[in-house]
Nanobody
Framework: QVPLVESGGGLVQAGGSLRLSCAAS????????MGWFRQAPGKEREFVAA????????YYAGSVKGRFTISRDNAKNTVHLQMNSLKREDTAVYYC??????????????????WGQGTQVTVSS
């Protein structure tokens, strides 16, 4: 088990920034690929970004590339998602996910074993 707890969501105006954090528990969590997904009302959960266990490889959805940055601090068992230039279409519940076997380029949420409870991000115009 890899318990995950997200934080940092909130309400922000378009063009603004937010930084999401995901705290992972367990001594093996630093060996997992970590990902961020999001789900807007009435839509399927979609991939946002992922980072390899050592932080050397990252992968982004085209819709967020250049605006979002994923990073991790294995000493603190945390993963961050820095979101800049936010748009209304970024409004969604954001989920942190972890899996030991997926590739960084895996975008299918069903491939990830562990999930947080989600944090709401709302971007207003």
């Amino acid at each position: 088990q890899v318990p995950l707890v997200e934080s940092g969501g909130g309400l922000v105006q378009a063009g603004g920034s937010l930084r999401l954090s995901c705290a992972a528990s367990g001594r093996t969590s630093s060996t997992y690929v970590m990902g961020w997904f999001r789900q807007a009302p009435g839509k399927e959960r979609e991939f946002v970004a992922a980072i390899s266990w050592n932080g050397e490889s990252t992968y982004y959805a085209g819709s967020v590339k250049g605006r979002f940055t994923i990073s991790r601090d294995n000493a603190k068992n945390t993963v961050h998602l820095q979101m800049n230039s936010l748009k209304r279409e970024d409004t969604a519940v954001y989920y942190c996910a972890a899996d030991r076997l997926v590739a960084v380029t895996t975008i299918n949420p069903q491939a990830y074993d562990y999930w947080g409870q989600g944090t709401q991000v709302t971007v207003s115009s």
